[in-house]
Every structure is written in C-alpha cells, then in structure tokens.
C-alpha cells in the first residue's frame, strides 16, 4: 500500500484524482482523464479553502456547482458522484489540521450549496435549451421548404441529446415524443410512454396549483408554468422534478402543443432531507434538537381555541460528577440511555421529547386536556429514572429535576414557557431535586425579579442608585448617642427603595459585595468623620459597617480599610466592622488573620446576629471581636410583660460571660421601652431598634429626642 501524501498540495491532487476517476466515466467531454483532472483541481482547491475558511461562503460551494455543469458533467450520476466524493474524501484529505465534527458539519453544506449551485447553472441551460427548442419548433413551422430539413435537425439534435427530459403532447394531453433523458427519468420504454395521458400523472403530494396551471395553459391562458412536482415510476418509488411547461402555437397563434421540460431533482431532494435531519436531531441521541422543539412548541402555541400544551423541562441532578469521575465518554452512554427511556414516555400522539443541550431534556404534550396528561407524563419521567443504568459494570443512579409549566395555547410565546419550565425546574432543584415541580406565576416573577436586579447591580452602583441610612446606637445607661449603624439601600428606577436582604445576597453571589463593600465603608468613615467636625465637643460617634463573607476573604481588605482611614482623617476607633456569627464558624487563622490586623490598629470587630448560628462560645476566646450583637429573637420575649423567664437567663448567661471577656453587649430590634429597661437591668450596654429610632439620613442622628425615650 502506496503512503499517504506528505504536504498539503499533494493532499489536494490525489483528491482531485479521486473526484476525477468518479465523475469522469459519466461526463460528456472530449478531455482525456488527466486532462479533465487538471479540470478539476482548481475546483478542490476552492473547496478546500471554504472547507478551512474562518467563516463559510455558500458562493463557494454554488460556484463549484455551477462550474461542473460548465464541466458539462450533466449527466444525472455526475452530481451524484461528485457529492458522494466530497462527503467521503474532502475532509481527510484537506481538513487535517481542523476539528472533525466542526469540518464534516461545513463539508455537508458545501455539499448544499454545490447541489444548489448546480441546479441553478444546470435550470440556466434548461432555459437556454427550451428557448433553442421552441425556436427551433416555430422556425420548422414557419420556414421555407429549402431549410425545413435543416431546421428539424437541429431541433432533433437538441431534443436527444438534452441532459434534462423532455416531452410533447398535444392539448389533449396525449404524449407525443419523449427524449432519451426522459425515458431514462422514468425507466421505461417509449411506448409504454407513449400510451399514457398528460392527467394520468398525478402524485399524492401535487400542490394544489399544479393542475389548475395546466388547464389554463392547455385552454391558452397561460404561456408557460414552473412548478417542483413528483411522479410515480412504474416501479413506485417517487421521482421528484423541475418541471416547466411551455405552450407551443402554431402560424396563426392558435394553441398547438405543449412542452415539458423535467429536471430529475431527486437526488437533491435526498440530499436536503438528509441535511434538514441533520439540522434538526441531535447527533447523540438521535433526539429532536433544541430547533426543531422550537419549531414543534411554536405550533402548539399557535394552535386554535380550546387547545392546550403541557411542557415538562428537565434536567438531570449531578451529572457532572459522573462527567468528572468517569469520563465524558460514560456520560455520553448514560445521556443516550435516558434519551431512550424519555422516548418510551412520549408515545400518545402529540407527544414529543428533545434534547435541548448537555443533560437537559423536553417532554410536550398537546391537545384539550393537558392538565392531566402533563401530569402524568411527569410521573412516567420521573419513573423510567428509577431504575439504575448500568455503565462499565457500574449501576448509576440517576436522578432529575422537572419544572411543569401547562396552559392554554395562544396565551404565551415559546421563549416565555420555556423560561418559566427552566425557573421551575430549578426550583425543584432547589428543593433537593429528584421530584417535579408545577410552574407558579408568582414564583416566576420573583425569579425574573431577582435575575433582573442581578443584570442592573454592576450599573446601580455606577450611577450612584445606592445610599445609605443610619441608625443610632444608644447606650442603655445614659440614653446618649454612641455611634450608628450605616445601612446601604438600593434607589432602583423601577422598584423603588430596595432593603439590604433584595440585594446583598444577589451581590454576593456575583462578587459586586466587594465593591459596594468599599463604596459603603468609604462614605460611612466620611459621615463620621462629618459628626466628628460638627461635634467637635462630644466624644467621638463611631459607625457600624457590616462586612460579607466574601469581603472577609478578599486580600485587600486591610489596605483598603487602612487607606479609607488615612483618606478621610478618622481614627481607627470611630470605626466598627461588624461581622456575622455565621461566617465565623470553623474559620482558621487564615481567615481571621485579617480581622487580627484591623483589630491591633484599633478598629473594633462586632460579632453580628449571635446566638444564630451554632454558638461556640469556647470560639470566643480566639475571635478577635470586642463586641458582641445579640440577635433581635431574644428581645422578642421581651416584648410582652411578663418577659419569657428563659430568654431572660440565656441574655443573662451571655451578658456575664461578655463581660468576663471584656466584651461590649449591643443588641437589636428594640421596639418598646419595656424591653430597654429589661436589657438594660440585664447589664446590656447599647441598644438599637425602632424604639429609639428607625434608619434615616444622617442628619438626624443629633436630632433625636433620645433621652426621653430610655427615661
């Protein structure tokens, strides 16, 4: 065996060979083989290049069609084999360095755009040809005796060695004559060609208008028509064509004959429901796609009055753990084994499932009573899920998430059912997964809500939508104003004032709390370095900054707090970095390292929400907080009077056991005077709640008629 080509060009040739030794025994051409090879290679060359170009031109591939008609490789088997050569060989021979999947995806629509290029060149020449026939007809008719004979020969040239078929009948619609071309088209003899009518053609898929054309052009009315129509072989498989028909009048304009003039169109037809298959089904799994889901749920929606669908969105649980421990190839297998089991769910008629992408699947149901057909189709997903698959001798469990959205048609567009299947579905997952979940309007809006804030936050905060409010912090002893909390809000153009819970989490979870965080901690050392200027008699206010998680663990936190202080000239103990109890927990020294740092600079660290979370109070000992926040849960049993014995011990217990450590007690929510005189008895040094004052600007922090309330 001869070894492969070595560089590019020599890769090209033997491909060129290749397609030359195919098509060359069918092409009526005087060129010797490698004569007609030289023919071809500049026809691979720009094949080879639209096959490795950055962005496809079907020109290419039209152009390449329309030159092999040029080629007068006109014979039907030509285009045949010449795409049949390209789909087989054009990729390894001149895609070597590209990715496969991505090369055969732009080799099949070359091949697209060749057969389109060739039918158009080729309908071009039938044209030609028809308007060389007609002519030739009426100059038989209307010449002189002397070049009759001459003129019928060249009409006889034409009419045999046509590439396309060609008929003539009379307006009866007996067959009169039929080129080879067309006999060939049929695969039956002349006379058996012969002995039909015109009308007996009739095909199950005929357009409506293809009959209705042929009478007006057999009753005159019409010049000619073109149409894509089918006929039946004797042998019953279907032959598909362009046909134009052309009316034929004699000397005096009076109706004569009709002409017919059929392209064999069946290979190409072939050719586009094989690509149209491609486009529409995952390779995969064999599948509808995500296209063709689209196609088929637009439909339903669409559908007349009193008509329904049922959608059922899923999406397997932990499917990427078994992607990352066994491989991408045993996830492949476990995908297509589901895709089987989905499509022994959805059998009934107007039932369909799809795989939209990667481990998520569609199941869609229509018709006038989906409310319970969906149900139950959910319930058999859910089912074929329970048995284990079994992969490389490994029994894997597979679980999924479905999300349930079905409704009345007409009401919903498809881009807006499947976003509501997906919140849903993930809702489900939310809840633990393995389970389906009906779609709830409300539950949607909150969703889209909350991804609507998450898109505006990076440009809320650019265009200064955020502020902040502040609350005292009153000591319980002499009822003076000891510092505030700096609370952020959020000006949002459409929902109004926006509290902390609608949008730290979102900013968390986007990593914008760091940021915002610098932003808050910059403005609140300001505000207090203002009180400190307008208050230069009283002792220092100090505020209150909470600090994320995510802050915790950002590395410039020192810094940017360090440089804050030393921008805006206030001292370290003015400020107060409040951390949650939560994000505490289990925390090693690299963590509070940071925390360590601030707190040697004088900073004060607060101990936010205690009692919350799994208090360790041994923790205590190593955390560097010098105040600690009681959660506002204690002060509800405070409320009413009695107070709740209880919670009176454990803010006992925690204030002695603060104290033993040289730590500040501040606790929240107090709401009436009752509970600040019990927090106060209890030994609890500041206090803030709605009872002193609730979060406003910062002016009216020294306005406050503080001391009346704690008397």
């Given at each position: 065996?001869?070894?492969?080509?070595?560089?590019?060009?020599?890769?090209?040739?033997?491909?060129?060979?290749?397609?030359?030794?195919?098509?060359?025994?069918?092409?009526?051409?005087?060129?010797?083989?490698?004569?007609?090879?030289?023919?071809?290679?500049?026809?691979?060359?720009?094949?080879?290049?639209?096959?490795?170009?950055?962005?496809?031109?079907?020109?290419?591939?039209?152009?390449?069609?329309?030159?092999?008609?040029?080629?007068?490789?006109?014979?039907?088997?030509?285009?045949?084999?010449?795409?049949?050569?390209?789909?087989?060989?054009?990729?390894?021979?001149?895609?070597?360095?590209?990715?496969?999947?991505?090369?055969?995806?732009?080799?099949?629509?070359?091949?697209?755009?060749?057969?389109?290029?060739?039918?158009?060149?080729?309908r071009e020449r039938t044209l030609a040809e028809q308007q060389a026939i007609s002519q030739a007809a009426l100059t038989a008719r209307s010449a002189v005796a002397e070049a009759l004979h001459d003129s019928e020969a060249r009409f006889r040239a034409v009419f045999e060695g046509a590439a396309i078929g060609i008929g003539i009948a009379d307006l009866e619609g007996n067959i009169l004559q039929c080129n080879g071309a067309l006999l060939r088209m049929f695969g039956g003899s002349e006379q058996t060609m012969r002995g039909r009518k015109v009308t007996e053609w009739t095909h199950a898929e005929d357009a409506p208008q293809v009959w209705r054309l042929y009478e007006e052009l057999v009753r005159g009315e019409r010049e000619h028509y073109h149409v894509e129509k089918a006929f039946y072989r004797p042998d019953g498989t279907a032959l598909w064509t362009n046909l134009t028909v052309s009316l034929l009048r004699d000397a005096d304009g009076a109706p004569q004959y009709q002409l017919a003039l059929m392209e064999d169109t069946t290979e190409r037809r072939l050719l586009n429901l094989r690509l149209r298959y491609e486009a529409t089904h995952d390779a995969l799994t064999g599948l509808p796609n995500r296209t063709l889901f689209f196609e088929r749920l637009e439909k339903a929606l669409a559908a007349g009055e009193g008509q329904r669908f049922g959608l059922c969105y899923l999406d397997l649980d932990g499917f990427k753990t078994i992607n990352d421990s066994l491989g991408h190839a045993a996830g492949d297998r476990l995908l297509v084994e589901v895709a089987d089991r989905l499509q022994s769910c959805a059998t009934a008629p107007g039932e369909m499932v799809a795989r939209l992408g990667g481990d998520e699947f569609v199941a869609l149901t229509t018709g006038p009573d989906t409310e319970r057909k969906v149900d139950e189709l959910a319930g058999r997903i859910m089912n074929a899920l329970v048995t284990p698959v079994s992969i490389d001798g490994r029994d894997l469990t597979v679980r999924g998430s479905v999300g349930v959205v079905e409704g009345p048609a007409g009401e919903r567009g498809a881009a807006e059912v499947l976003r509501s299947a997906d919140i849903t579905m993930y809702r489900a997952k939310s809840a633990g997964g393995n389970r389906f979940e009906l779609a709830d309007p409300e539950a949607d809006a909150r969703a889209i809500t909350r991804n609507g804030l998450t898109t505006a936050l990076p440009a809320a905060l650019d265009r200064g939508e955020f502020f902040i409010e502040y609350q005292p912090l009153v000591h319980l002893g002499d009822g003076s104003v000891r510092g505030a909390e700096a609370l952020v809000r959020w000006l949002h153009p459409q929902h109004g004032v926006?509290?902390?819970?609608?949008?730290?989490?979102?900013?968390?979870?986007?990593?914008?709390?760091?940021?915002?965080?610098?932003?808050?901690?910059?403005?609140?050392?300001?505000?207090?370095?203002?009180?400190?200027?307008?208050?230069?008699?009283?002792?220092?206010?100090?505020?209150?900054?909470?600090?994320?998680?995510?802050?915790?663990?950002?590395?410039?936190l020192v810094q940017d707090t360090v440089d804050i202080l030393e921008r805006e000239g206030l001292d370290a103990q003015a400020l107060c970095l409040e951390v949650t109890e939560s994000a505490l927990i289990g925390a090693d020294d690299d963590l509070l390292k940071p925390l360590r740092r601030l707190a040697e600079m004088g900073v004060d660290i607060a101990l936010d929400d205690f009692g919350t979370g799994y208090s360790n109070l041994a923790n205590l000992r190593r955390l560097p907080v010098s105040i600690l926040k009681l959660d506002r849960s204690f002060t509800r049993g405070m409320q009413q009077f009695p107070a709740d014995p209880v919670d009176l011990k454990i803010v006992e217990g925690i204030v002695s056991l603060a104290h033993s450590l040289d730590l500040a007690v501040t606790v929240e929510g107090v709401e009436t005077g009752a509970q600040a005189e019990q927090l106060r008895i209890l030994g609890c040094d500041t206090a803030q709640g709605w009872y002193y004052a609730r979060p406003g600007p910062p002016e009216r922090l020294h306005e406050l008629a503080l001391v009346d309330a704690v008397g």
């Open positions: 065996m001869s070894a492969e080509p070595d560089g590019p060009e020599d890769r090209l040739r033997r491909f060129a060979t290749i397609w030359s030794r195919a098509v060359f025994p069918v092409t009526s051409t005087s060129l010797t083989r490698p004569e007609f090879e030289e023919q071809l290679l500049p026809l691979a060359r720009r094949l080879s290049e639209a096959l490795r170009a950055r962005t496809f031109e079907a020109a290419e591939g039209r152009s390449v069609g329309a030159a092999l008609v040029a080629a007068h490789c006109t014979d039907p088997e030509a285009l045949s084999r010449a795409l049949d050569c390209v789909d087989a060989y054009l990729v390894l021979y001149c895609g070597e360095d590209g990715p496969k999947e991505a090369l055969r995806t732009r080799s099949a629509r070359l091949q697209h755009a060749m057969a389109a290029g060739y039918a158009e060149a080729l926006l509290g902390p819970d609608r949008f730290i989490p979102l900013a968390e979870h986007t990593g914008l709390i760091v940021p915002l965080g610098r932003w808050v901690l910059e403005q609140s050392v300001r505000q207090a370095r203002s009180w400190q200027e307008r208050n230069s008699d009283a002792g220092p206010l100090r505020v209150n900054v909470n600090l994320s998680p995510c802050q915790l663990t950002h590395p410039g």
